[in-house]
């Protein structure tokens, strides 16, 4: 699947992309994609070979103008309700979106993000996109306010993703977002 938006191509990556992934995951911004981190080339040449099937839900975020995947963006189905069982439909999707540094605040991140949420509303049957946030993380809040998402809740100390020196789990505060299939416009 490849989505066109205006200045942007979402594609599914392809292994020569390994470059450009390893400039933004080396050094992940947050820490919920702390265990994405790519130490070394060889390791992103190596999660390349494993993205390249994905052709449905993840995408490489890429410029026109010179064909550089400058982030990426990716939600699954997922059974949303509480009391799901296997026969529930996978109705529900919760987007990550990360952008490399150096194209932040240009209007890219909310230009895919739309693009991609209109895929799965009138393509891939969501019903409910819900976004996780840290409460420090206030780009991502943008993003999901300027999308329409309504903020649903704070969740304290909600997941740990990294350890405080002393070894303890480190516990941050996550904002939910979501937006509904009949209030996407
Ligand atoms: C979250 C993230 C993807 C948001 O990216 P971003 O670049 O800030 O978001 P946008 O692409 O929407 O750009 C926003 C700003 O670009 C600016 N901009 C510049 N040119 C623009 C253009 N042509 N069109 C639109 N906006 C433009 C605007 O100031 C806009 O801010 P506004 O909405 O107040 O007008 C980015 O901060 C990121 O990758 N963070 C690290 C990973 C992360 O935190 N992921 C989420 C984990 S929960």
């Given at each position: ?9 979402l594609r599914p990556f392809r292994e020569s992309d390994a470059e ?166």
């Amino acid at each position: 699947m490849i989505i066109e938006t205006e200045r942007l191509i979402l594609r599914p990556f392809r292994e020569s992309d390994a470059e450009d992934v390893f400039e933004y995951l080396h050094k992940p911004a947050v820490n919920c994609f702390a265990c994405m981190k790519l130490e070394t080339i060889e390791n992103a040449r190596k999660e390349m070979k494993e993205r390249v099937g994905e052709t449905e839900y993840y995408f490489a975020i890429v410029l026109k103008e010179n064909a550089k995947v400058i982030g990426e963006i990716d939600a699954y189905p997922e059974t949303g309700e509480p009391h799901a069982d296997e026969s529930s439909p996978k109705d529900t999707f919760s987007p990550c979106w990360m952008l490399n540094k150096k194209f932040q605040g240009k209007g890219y991140a909310y230009e895919a993000a739309h693009a991609f949420f209109d895929y799965l509303f009138k393509e891939k049957g969501a019903r409910r996109i819900y976004a996780y946030t840290e409460d420090y993380n206030l780009a991502s809040q943008h993003l999901c306010e300027k999308l329409g998402m309504r903020r649903e809740g704070l969740f304290l100390e909600f997941v740990s993703f990294v350890n405080n020196p002393d070894g303890t789990p480190r516990y941050e505060n996550t904002c939910q977002y979501a937006i509904l299939k009949k209030e996407w416009r």
